[in-house]
């Protein structure tokens, strides 16, 4: 079993950028695919981006993609994802997510991961 820490959300304003970091802990992190979600108030939990194994493969949503991405370091056992442009409706608790993965394929729905971190919450300002 792998515990998540996710870190590094805030209050920034529009245009302005924050980099999130999940920690993870209990495994070898190289080991899983990880997975970024967000859940604004009243709304469902959506995709945002994922990134395989290895880091060689990434997939974002299409209302992220060109201002956000993923990353990871499997050395420090830590995913993140870089926000730039940041816009009003970015504004959710962003969770992190992964599972046992050892192939390329882009996981990009909830019922795929088994892991989840508490969340931290990003509000962007306009």
């Known amino acids: 079993q792998v515990q998540l820490v996710e870190s590094g959300g805030g209050l920034v304003q529009a245009g302005g950028s924050l980099r999130l970091s999940c920690a993870a802990s209990?495994?070898?992190?190289?080991?899983?695919?990880t997975g970024w979600f967000r859940q604004a108030p009243g709304k469902e939990r959506d995709f945002v981006a994922t990134?395989?194994?290895?880091?060689?493969?990434?997939y974002y949503a299409d209302y992220v993609k060109g201002r956000f991405t993923i990353s990871r370091d499997n050395a420090k056992n830590t995913v993140y994802l870089q926000m730039n442009s940041l816009k009003p409706e970015d504004t959710a608790v962003y969770y992190c997510a992964a599972k046992i993965d050892y192939t390329n394929y882009p996981r990009a729905k909830i019922y795929e991961y088994d892991y989840w971190g508490q969340g931290t919450q990003v509000t962007v300002s306009s």
């Open positions: 209990g495994r070898t992190f190289s080991n899983y695919a």
């Open positions: 990134i395989n194994w290895s880091g060689i493969n990434t």
